[in-house]
């Protein structure tokens, strides 16, 4: 059996998507999850600002803090820091430096869902995206930042601007689907969105179908990448074309 432990932000928000993405790559594969509290500060993150919300995620991310968290009652074979905003607004050495101080905690592979962009872009032999991006504008550029670090262009992106993850739990798949729509580009290589709050995991091919190139979700690089520093990638049909290589 494989254990994959995940770190998250918001309680009963996305994890049922990850244990149905983890249900369709194999039987074997166990998620557990750990919370990382938010700032004494925050309150309600619907009631924050942009600037407010940036400064949350970026605290959100201290790798300290991420330490703190990691606690799980069955020791994991890979960790993860399952928050794409949390692990891309310290630029990629952030995100390095919160993989590198998971690991030396628990004494095994930790990535984030940021890094896992990254790699499963590589793999793709991916250069040019579009972001379909559920976060303020300024945040989406931020993104864009970090993905520029590794050498990632952004052609195209749009932001939806949402109060929270609680909120984007909520979304459907319609308005997913809309939102990946209205981010596409001729130029694009490949569609990102970026949020581990959304439930993607059944649109996965409908996604690719529609758009006519990879589609990549937070949820599904995050345990692909997981799954990966273990060195067993899985491939599976009808998953989009990162699971079928």
């Known amino acids: 059996m494989t254990r994959i432990g995940l770190l998250y932000p918001t309680r009963d928000c996305g994890e049922d998507d990850f244990l149905a993405l983890a249900g369709k790559l194999s039987p074997d594969l166990t998620v557990d999850f750990a919370y990382v509290p938010w700032g004494d500060n925050v309150g309600q ?32 074979d890979v960790v993860s820091w399952a928050c ?8 990629l050495d952030g995100a390095l430096e919160q993989s590198r101080v998971l690991g030396e905690r628990l004494g095994v592979p930790a990535r984030s869902t940021s890094l896992a962009y990254l790699t ?3 793999h793709l032999g991916t250069g040019r995206v579009a972001l379909a ?10 993104f864009a930042g970090f993905l520029a670090e590794a050498g990632v262009s952004t052609v195209h992106s749009v932001s939806a601007d949402a109060p929270s993850d609680r909120a984007l739990a909520a979304w459907d798949g ?8 209205s981010a596409d580009h ?14 993607t995991t059944p649109l996965l091919e409908d996604l690719e179908t529609g758009l006519g ?33």
């Open 133 to 142: 991006s559920v976060y303020h504008r300024d945040t989406t550029a931020t």
């Open 186 to 199: 001729d130029e694009a290589e490949a569609l990102l969105i970026p949020e581990t709050a959304l439930h």
């Open 45 to 76: 993150v619907d009631d924050l600002d942009a600037a407010g919300k940036h400064e949350a995620v970026r605290e959100l991310g201290a790798p300290g803090r991420l330490v703190s968290a990691a606690r799980f009652g069955t020791a994991p």
């Open 84 to 91: 794409s905003s949390c692990s891309f607004t310290r630029g």
């Open 120 to 122: 499963a872009l590589a």
């Open 174 to 181: 319609r308005r997913i689907t809309e939102l990946a729509a």
């Open 213 to 245: 190139k990879p589609v990549l979700t937070a949820t599904a690089v995050t345990l692909w990448d997981s799954l990966r520093a273990l060195g067993t990638p899985p491939i599976r049909q009808g998953l989009g074309e990162l699971f079928s290589r």
